[in-house]
């Protein structure tokens, strides 16, 4: 897996969007940028994946850079039950899925 | 739908002993991996089995094994227990053509 860098902790308010970034300056070009997240007690959460291109879903957006050597994950509005771990992975196709989950980004929301 | 189920959810052991975690994965699912969280740090992985046979094993000892069924259901097996294997052990399964995992609770292991 490529390295990735991330901040140890985030830190926003409710409603807001959240911006979170994410290092990858070895990837390669066939290696998908994916992002879990981790709630307290329970086990990661798929959030959302990309290759090139900006990503939406119903839970947040992928901002891809142009040379692919960085990310961001976008809550566009924090609540309160996204204040979790999020990790940013950049698993090797050739690894079978074995995700490198790093420490990840703590992200605090507060009220 | 069920998710992944894992069990036990919490179980303590002393040092030496053996212990067996299991994991259902979502049906139709047919691989299965098993990650070792210990407190503070992100998963770390330890095996993938698909269609029963191991394509994956991270860097542990021996002492750690597992197996896939013909169901698809899994076991992680942990022979003689050090107070180092204390973590929570995550288990998920992936569907056919699928990029992302889908992990289960844990079960949450104890050495005393």
């Known amino acids: 897996d490529a390295k990735t860098t991330q901040p140890n902790s985030m830190e926003s308010n409710e409603e807001e969007p959240v911006h979170l970034p994410c290092n990858h300056s070895t990837i390669s070009g066939t290696d998908y940028i994916h992002w879990y997240r981790q709630l307290p007690s329970q086990g990661p959460e798929y959030v959302i994946h990309?290759?090139?291109s900006n990503v939406n879903n119903r839970m947040a957006s992928l901002a891809i850079a142009e040379d692919r050597k960085s990310s961001t994950l976008i809550l566009h509005r924090a609540t309160l039950r996204d204040a979790a771990v999020y990790y940013c992975i950049t698993p090797n196709s050739n690894s079978g899925y074995a995700l490198n989950f790093g420490k990840g980004t703590s992200l605090l929301v507060t009220p | 739908d069920a998710g992944v189920t894992q069990s036990p959810t919490h179980l303590i052991k002393t040092r030496g002993q053996q212990v067996t975690l299991r994991c259902s994965p979502i049906?139709?699912?047919?691989?299965v991996s098993w990650y070792q969280q210990v407190l503070g740090q992100g998963p770390q992985f330890i095996f993938q089995y698909y269609e029963k046979e191991e394509r994956g094993r991270g860097n542990f000892p021996d002492r750690f094994s597992a197996r896939q069924f013909p169901n698809y259901s899994s076991e992680l097996n942990v022979n003689a227990l050090l107070l180092g294997d204390s973590a929570l052990y995550l288990c998920?399964?992936?569907?056919?053509?699928?990029?992302?995992?889908?992990f289960g609770a844990g079960s949450r292991l104890t050495v005393l």
């Open positions: 049906s139709g699912h047919k691989s």
């Open positions: 990309g290759l090139t």
């Open positions: 998920a399964s992936r569907g056919a053509g699928a990029n992302v995992l889908t």
